[in-house]
């Protein structure tokens, strides 16, 4: 065994994290260490730096300093097509679907960095090329069928109600075959019973397909509700970790969203 | 589709092309093609292969580039370069003189690679630094290095500076102009519909989340360029050695380059049916309103001009948006809902 698989290491480790944008700092030394197959959830009031943090991870800004290990890999100086390639998929809090393409066409994307043709493969369209996008579409229609988007596979993304958008968005982040799922604020504008699905559709994830996933929320019965272990910060530091009881017990984390007096 | 079909249509589409190449040059029994119409045609064949190259840059991979006249430049002048100075040397290698129609196929399969390596290393060279740019400083970019290129050409004797590369020996004829047209189609198609095309549709639509989904899109982009570089290089030396139109620095400047949007944004940027059709009406559409030239000289172009403003208000999208041609379109009353009337992507 590699010790890149070895189980008891944690599939990421985030030492010293610190985020500057010129004089204001995001981030400010944050520590996480997210086993593998936890349901790990970050939580924190508006502005807190939650998705600095994601962003952070998932090689969109450079941290100032610090390391991030992912999977026995240093990645803190990774471009985010690198650092997906290793296996850590995102979605985004603010939905990025890609808007001309179909369902079907925005999940088969997703797959280009796990097909090995080349460049000449397609233009002559050889034996490689058809197998490789039969195999891309065959997987991209699994995934619909999960997210029970199946039925709207040609349909242009943006059609889409907007919970479906946001399931998209996860079955497009599946295609990429990552080990790591962050998802940023998944729940966002979603009504109660589409709240409800979704948490059964990370467990089940977690589950069944063995994945990590890191959690960005805002919605509290979501975040309560599945994380085996809540990261609390605000204006950029850590002021809680631990389970969901101990979150709701902790005098800081109700000063931070309730005010202190 | 198998290899023994693919090789069928290719042996076809070579012999039907090599036939009315034949027709072209020597008629039909009495019938002669009128020398002006077989001029018109192929230049058809040649804007076609430049707006479907530019296409694939601007049209698939979403980034405005304004320098298409400064590879078909490279390309034109390396290529007819290659057959002025060395032309009758490898035509003598197989006993054959440049001009005759054998030597003159012999030359021109050195000629165009010579033109498509040199426009596509141009197309790296300004690729690499400049696609990190975005929108107009990229357009702003690509702008400067056709410009560049124009003055270098206009400050070698060898090449005719100024005068135009009038020593430029005539050995394009209908079926390269078309075959290399039908093989610029074939190749974007084929990108279009692979997985490169969906990665070059993603850079397109968003390119963090593309960056997201683990596409590199510098690559991408780079190798586009570098593609749509090269095959406008063959445009160049296809044209460049065309006798009726030799090459020249006034004739690759930027109005070039905006002749060539023009057609791809007529016939509906993103589209490769569409870069095909606004090609072939926008080399017709002048002429065709030659005739108004004879009441009020100049008028033609006013008409030209109102046309395209009119078509751009009627129809923002370009004659046929984003939408491609299948077979089902021939099929009368089949496949009206699917299939027909949709994109790549």
Not at chain 2, 161 to 175: K, L, R, S, V, W
Not at chain 2, 280 to 291: F, Q, V, W, Y
Request: hydrophobic share 50%; with cysteine.
């Amino acid at each position: 065994m590699s010790p890149a698989e070895n189980p008891s290491r944690p599939l990421l480790s985030v030492r010293n994290v610190t985020m500057r944008f010129g004089g204001l700092t995001a981030v400010k030394s944050l520590n996480m260490t997210i086993p593998r197959h936890a349901l790990y959830g970050l939580i924190g009031p508006n502005g807190a730096g939650k998705t600095t943090v994601f962003n952070v991870l998932t090689g969109v800004y450079r941290p100032t300093e610090g390391e991030i290990e992912f999977d026995g890999t240093h990645v803190q100086r990774m471009k985010p097509y690198e650092i997906t390639k290793l296996g850590a998929a995102r979605t985004f809090q603010n939905i990025r679907l890609f808007a001309d393409m179909s369902v079907l066409q925005n999940v088969m994307t997703a797959h280009h960095l796990r097909t090995r043709q080349i460049l000449a493969d397609a233009v002559i369209g050889t034996a490689r090329h058809h197998t490789e996008e039969r195999e891309t579409r065959d997987r991209a229609m699994e995934l619909l069928r999960i997210f029970k988007l199946d039925s709207f596979a040609e349909e242009p993304a943006t059609s889409l109600p907007y919970g479906s958008q946001r399931r998209l968005e996860i079955a497009r982040a599946l295609a990429t075959e990552p080990t790591l799922l962050l998802l940023d604020e998944p729940a966002a504008g979603m009504n109660p019973q589409e709240s409800r699905e979704l948490m059964t559709l990370i467990r089940w994830l977690r589950d069944e397909l063995k994945l990590t996933i890191l959690l960005v929320e805002h919605n509290m019965k979501v975040v309560m509700g599945i994380c085996e272990t809540i990261q609390v910060i605000d204006y950029g530091e850590e002021i809680a970790i631990g389970s969901a009881a101990e979150i709701q017990k902790n005098p800081k984390v109700i000063e931070a969203y309730l005010g202190g007096g | 589709m198998s290899l023994a079909r693919k090789l069928l249509v290719v042996v076809v589409t070579l012999a039907a092309l090599l036939a009315l190449n034949d027709v072209f040059e020597y008629g039909v029994g009495d019938f002669q093609i009128n020398p002006y119409y077989a001029r018109i045609i192929n230049l058809i064949g040649i804007n076609i292969t430049l707006a479907v190259s530019l296409n694939l840059i601007n049209g698939l991979a979403g980034q405005f580039s304004i320098g298409h006249a400064g590879f078909m430049a490279v390309g034109g002048y390396t290529a007819t370069y290659l057959t002025v100075y060395h032309g009758r040397q490898i035509a003598g290698w197989f006993g054959a003189g440049v001009t005759n129609p054998l030597g003159a196929s012999i030359v021109m399969v050195p000629s165009l690679l010579a033109g498509a390596a040199a426009a596509a290393l141009a197309g790296l060279l300004v690729g690499i630094p400049s696609l990190r740019l975005k929108g107009d400083y990229l357009a702003i970019v690509t702008l400067g290095f056709s410009e560049i290129i124009r003055v270098i050409i206009l400050n070698i004797p060898a090449v005719g500076g100024a005068t135009g590369f009038t020593d430029a020996i005539p050995i394009t004829n209908f079926f390269w102009i078309f075959s290399m047209a039908v093989l610029t189609i074939v190749i974007t198609r084929n990108i279009a519909m692979s997985t490169f095309g969906r990665a070059l549709f993603a850079i397109r639509s968003d390119e963090i989340a593309a960056e997201a989904m683990g596409i590199n899109t510098t690559r991408y982009k780079v190798m586009a360029f570098v593609i749509s570089a090269a095959l406008a290089g063959v445009a160049g030396g296809l044209s460049g050695q065309l006798f009726a139109n030799p090459l020249n620095p006034q004739n690759l400047n930027f109005v070039k380059s905006i002749e060539v949007i023009v057609m791809i944004v007529l016939g509906g940027i993103g589209s490769i049916t569409g870069a095909v059709l606004g090609a072939t009406t926008l080399t017709i559409l002048p002429e065709a309103l030659r005739s108004f030239d004879q009441q009020f000289p100049g008028l033609r172009m006013v008409i030209y001009a109102l046309l395209l403003i009119l078509l751009m208000i009627f129809r923002p999208q370009g004659l046929l948006g984003r939408r491609e041609f299948t077979w089902a379109w021939l099929r009368p009353g089949k496949g009206s809902r699917k299939g027909v009337g949709r994109g790549f992507q």
